[in-house]
C-alpha cells in the first residue's frame, strides 16, 4: 500500500512529504526508492521530501535461528527489542543495542549503532555476518570479506542497496534480567574515572547538564550485567498524547528535575534488579517522549572525542550549562575503537549526547558544539544530526571518499539519496 504522507525523524524539528510505501514482503519492496524503519534517527536520514520512500517495517520476520551457536537470521524491519524480548530467555541478546529497542535491524546496520557495551564489543555490524542488498533488480548477498561494498554498507546511511535481511551473532545473556549497580559521580573527574575502572559489561552514565561550579559534570553511572530471577510484574506503558507548551522543558524546571534524579541515588550507591528493557530501553515505556519538546520538536547533539581529548566535552559542557537550555536527556560513555564502516561514527574516547529544543539560541549553540567537537578531533554522530555542514562533516570522517566511491558504484542513478544526502551533499 502506498500513502501520500508528511513524517518526520524522532527529533520532529525536520519534515517530509511524499509517497510511502508499506509492503509486507520482500519481493515486493521497491528498490528504487530509500528504505526506512521506525525513524528513530532524529534528523533528517530516514526523509526524503518530494520523492518516495519504503517503510520496511513490516518485513519482520526472524527466517533462522541456531540456539547452540546463537546466529539468527531476520529480515531488516525486525526491531531490536522484540528481538531482545525473544532471545533472553532462551540465552541469547543483540551483541549491541542502541537506547531505543524501536530500532530496526535495517536501520541499526545503516547507522552502525552502538550501545552501553561499545567498550568491550564494538558496534552493530562487527557482529553481523552476512547482509542481503537489494541493488535495482539484483539482490547480493555480502559478508565481510567482500570489502569496499561491506565497509560503505556498515554505517553506510542506506546508500548502497536496500538491506532486507542479515544474519547476526549473538551475545550470550544469564537471563532476561539486569543486575544494576548506581553510583554517584560527584563532578567531571569523578565521572571520566568510574567510567574508565570499570569492568562490567554495561556501562552508561547520565550526567546533569545544569549543574556548574564545583559541581560540574555530576550525574550518575550504571553498570549492568544479565541475570535470571523473578519478574515483577511488567508497568504499562505510558504515552505523552498532546504537544508539551514550549515552557515545560524550561530551565528552572530541568535544573530542579535534574536535582532530584541525581539526589535518588543515596550518596553510597546502590544495586537493584531490573527488567531488560528498563536498562537498555529506558524511555521505550513512554511512548511518544519526543513530544515533551512541544510542536517544535528538538535536535539531539552526540559527538565523540579521542581519550586524550577528554577536556574539550568539559568545556563544552560548561556552555551548555550556561545556556539553560539543557534538558535531562544527557548520557556519558567510555567508547572503544570498534567500527565497522568507512562512515561508522564510534572511534576510542568519550561520547556526548544531549538534547536540546528546536529554537533559534539552541542552533546557534549546537553550532558552538560542533566548532568545539572539529577542534578536538572528533566527529558527530549522522543518526542525531539535522544541522551540521558537509563540509564539516567530511573533515570528521576521513574515509569518506571511499564511501562516495562505493556508494556512486552502487546506486549509479542516485535513486537512494535522502535529504540528510542532499543537506551534506556526501553525494554529487
Not at 548477498?141 to 567482500?146: A, F, G, H, M, V
Request: proline share 6%; hydrophobic share 40%.
Amino acid at each position: 500500500m502506498t500513502t501520500d504522507k508528511t513524517y518526520t525523524g524522532w527529533g520532529r524539528a525536520l519534515q517530509a512529504k511524499g509517497d510511502v510505501t508499506r509492503p509486507d514482503d520482500a519481493r515486493h519492496v521497491d528498490a528504487s526508492a530509500p528504505a526506512i524503519g521506525n525513524r528513530r534517527s532524529y534528523g533528517d536520514a530516514p526523509l526524503n521530501d518530494g520523492g518516495a520512500a519504503t517503510d520496511m517495517t513490516r518485513i519482520d520476520r526472524i527466517l533462522d535461528f541456531d540456539r547452540d551457536a546463537g546466529v539468527i537470521t531476520v529480515e531488516a524491519g525486525a526491531t531490536l527489542g522484540e528481538l531482545a524480548r525473544i532471545l533472553a530467555p532462551q540465552g541469547w541478546l543483540p551483541a549491541v543495542m542502541p537506547g531505543t529497542g524501536f530500532a530496526t535491524v535495517g536501520g541499526a546496520i545503516a547507522m552502525d549503532v552502538h550501545g552501553k557495551n561499545h567498550h568491550h564489543a564494538g558496534s552493530f555490524c562487527q557482529h553481523v555476518t552476512q547482509i542481503t542488498l537489494m541493488q535495482g533488480q539484483k539482490t547480493r548477498r555480502i559478508t565481510p570479506k567482500t570489502g569496499a561494498l561491506w565497509r560503505a554498507t556498515c554505517g553506510g546511511l542506506g546508500q548502497t542497496g536496500i538491506i532486507t535481511q542479515a544474519t547476526l551473532q549473538l551475545t550470550p545473556a544469564k537471563g532476561d534480567l539486569m543486575l544494576v549497580t548506581e553510583q554517584r559521580a560527584t563532578d567531571w573527574d569523578h565521572h571520566i574515572a568510574l567510567l574508565d575502572h570499570t569492568d562490567a559489561p554495561y556501562t552508561v552514565g547520565w550526567i546533569d547538564a545544569t549543574a556548574t561550579g564545583a559541581a560540574l559534570g555530576r550525574g550518575i553511572v550504571e553498570t549492568g550485567e544479565t541475570c535470571r530471577g523473578l519478574r515483577a510484574k511488567p508497568r504499562p506503558a505510558k504515552k505523552i498524547p498532546l504537544d508539551a507548551p514550549h515552557w515545560a522543558l524550561s530551565g528552572p524546571i530541568v535544573k530542579a528535575f535534574n536535582a532530584a534524579y541525581y539526589a535518588r541515588v543515596p550518596k553510597s550507591g546502590r544495586t537493584v534488579v531490573r527488567s531488560l528493557q528498563d536498562f537498555f530501553f529506558p524511555l521505550d515505556k513512554i511512548h511518544d517522549w519526543n513530544r515533551l519538546y512541544g510542536k517544535r520538536g528538538f535536535h539531539q547533539f552526540q559527538c565523540v572525542v579521542p581519550l586524550d581529548r577528554a577536556e574539550a566535552l568539559r568545556e563544552m559542557l560548561k556552555v551548555i550549562a550556561r545556556s539553560g537550555l539543557a534538558s535531562p536527556l544527557a548520557v556519558l560513555k567510555r567508547m572503544g575503537p570498534g567500527r565497522a564502516g568507512y562512515m561508522s561514527f564510534p572511534m576510542e574516547g568519550y561520547t556526548l549526547a544531549i538534547d536540546f529544543p528546536n529554537r533559534p539560541q539552541a542552533r546557534r549553540l549546537i553550532a558552538r558544539l560542533e566548532e568545539a567537537t572539529v577542534a578536538a578531533g572528533g566527529r558527530l554522530y549522522l543518526a542525531k544530526d539535522a544541522l551540521s555542514s558537509g563540509p564539516a562533516i567530511k573533515a570528521m570522517y576521513p574515509d569518506y571518499p571511499k564511501w562516495a566511491k562505493a556508494a556512486a558504484k552502487a546506486d549509479p542513478d542516485g535513486q537512494l539519496k535522502t535529504d540528510m544526502i542532499r543537506r551534506l551533499d556526501l553525494r554529487t
